[in-house]
Nanobody
């Protein structure tokens, strides 16, 4: 599967953005999807994940502000970013994990849990 993240931009603190992760070559319904971010000078960190059965889970830092979803018919996953803060500034990446069963509720929060990565999209939050 090939992934392409989009939707990033410059937004003021408190604003919102919606990131998209479009899949090609394979149907996204066969994959668990994760969102990660990497700020300058920092390590990549897990943000949110959604399993094949649409079970979702989040990093504590974004819980209640961000929402991950998927639309298998559109072959796309989404990350809705609300209540953005300057510390949310980063390049955001989507990733896909193959081989998960449909009923899995396991959390996949490590980068090594995912075998497919898209190019990132920059999110910049001004204060």
């Amino acid at each position: 599967v090939q992934l392409q993240a989009s939707g990033g931009g410059l937004v003021q603190a408190g604003g919102s953005l919606r990131l998209s992760c479009a899949a090609s070559r394979r149907t996204i319904s066969m994959y668990a999807v994760g969102w990660f971010r990497q700020a300058p000078g920092k390590e990549r960190e897990f943000v949110a994940g959604i399993n094949r059965n649409s079970v979702t889970y989040y990093a504590d830092s974004v819980k209640g502000r961000f929402a991950v979803s998927r639309d298998n018919a559109q072959n796309t996953a989404y990350l809705q970013l609300n209540g953005l803060k300057p510390e949310d500034t980063a390049v955001y990446y989507c990733a896909a994990r193959a081989g998960t069963i449909l009923s899995s509720t396991q959390r996949y929060e490590r980068g090594t849990d995912y075998g497919y990565w898209g190019r990132g999209t920059q999110v910049t939050v001004s204060s």
